[in-house]
């Protein structure tokens, strides 16, 4: 459970820069960042119904997909679901 901990952290870092990074509508822009160990590289995308982020955690390329609206965030993170708020993502960052 520690490591999902820490992944969802990771991921909530994720979620916030992705969020913090200015996204085109409708284009994909690809972005990465470090954390423990891990690189994350990832996709925005503008969506009608909110940003979408998506991409792999290396060196094992586990794969996540999260969809931010309304100060929330939520979706799949290697094969879990997560949940978390925009402020978690922010606090997150900070660690």
Do not use: C
């Not at 509508?25 to 982020?53: C, P």
């Amino acid at each position: 459970m520690r490591m999902l901990s820490k992944f969802v952290a990771a991921s909530a870092l994720g979620a916030f820069v992705a969020i913090a990074a200015p996204a085109q509508a409708e284009d994909a822009v690809k972005q990465r960042f470090s954390h423990e160990g891990y690189t994350y590289v990832y996709d925005v995308k503008e969506t009608k119904s909110g940003r979408v982020i998506s991409g792999r955690r290396f060196p094992d390329a586990v794969a996540f997909n999260l969809s931010v609206k309304d100060g929330k965030v939520w979706g799949m993170s290697g094969g879990q679901q997560v949940r978390f708020s925009v402020d978690e993502a922010r606090g997150a960052a900070s660690n």
